[in-house]
């Protein structure tokens, strides 16, 4: 079993920045695909953002890239989500997601198997 915990989310000003962090625990994540994912009043889950395993490769959603950037230090078992120039539809809960041992980039919130609780970002305008 994994655990993951995601801080780091608030209240922030539209063109501000905030980076949000997802600690897991219970097993070592090294091997793990690495996904954010947000979910907005009324709207469905959508994909954010992953990492591969190995950190050598990255994919996001086409309405934030360029302003997120997804990273980890596998070493403190931890994933980050640095986000700037935040919009207010950046508002929204903010979840990490992990999946074992694959090489490719999984985009869909059904091919994740472990999931945080989530962390609010509310960005105003």
Excluded: H
Excluded at 17 to 28: E, M, P, V, Y
Excluded at 82 to 89: A, D, F, N, R
Excluded at 110 to 120: A, I, P
């Amino acid at each position: 079993q994994v655990q993951l915990v995601e801080s780091g989310g608030g209240l922030v000003q539209a063109g501000g920045s905030l980076r949000l962090s997802c600690a897991a625990s219970g097993r070592t994540i090294s091997n793990y695909l690495m996904g954010w994912f947000r979910q907005a009043p009324g709207k469905e889950r959508e994909f954010v953002a992953a990492i591969t395993w190995s950190g050598k490769m990255t994919s996001y959603a086409d309405s934030v890239k360029g302003r997120f950037t997804i990273s980890r230090d596998n070493a403190k078992n931890t994933v980050y989500l640095q986000m700037i120039s935040l919009k207010p539809e950046d508002t929204a809960v903010y979840y990490c997601a992990a999946d074992l041992g694959t090489y490719s980039i999984f985009r869909m919130a059904y091919q994740y198997e472990y999931w945080g609780q989530g962390t609010q970002v509310t960005v105003s305008s």
